[in-house]
């Protein structure tokens, strides 16, 4: 599984802005090219936090659990809300996120003592 995640993002990393060409024109339709490259980017990066999972400590599997729903939310809200930014509902995600990460952490740690 690991091997195909990262054929996978070697993949999206060596032809997005080929992908990208193929959509939009990067001369006269910058703007929509631009963010059509944010949204491989998170697809790329969701997909780098996922990589080590398969073989990882408890510590790092709670860091990318975290990272992984912050990207993973960032491309919800870029794909599907089409917000480019930070917002207010960003914040209310983070906090709860960053609490269960602790939590799920400290059940780990407990349960394998």
């Not at 659990?65 to 209310?92: A, E, H, P």
Request: include cysteine; proline fraction near 2%.
């Amino acid at each position: 599984m690991q091997s195909i995640l990262i054929i996978i993002f070697l993949t999206i990393w060596k032809f997005n802005t080929t992908f990208c060409d193929h959509y939009y024109n990067y001369e006269t339709e910058f703007g929509q090219w631009y963010y059509l490259r944010c949204d491989v980017y998170e697809v790329m990066f969701l997909i780098a936090v996922i990589i080590p999972w398969f073989k990882s400590t408890v510590y790092s599997k709670t860091i990318m659990f975290f990272g992984g729903v912050l990207i993973g939310w960032s491309v919800v809200g870029k794909v599907f809300l089409d917000s480019y930014n930070t917002t207010d509902i960003d914040m209310f995600i983070i906090l709860p996120l960053a609490i269960t990460s602790s939590l799920y952490y400290l059940y780990q740690q407990k349960k394998n003592k």
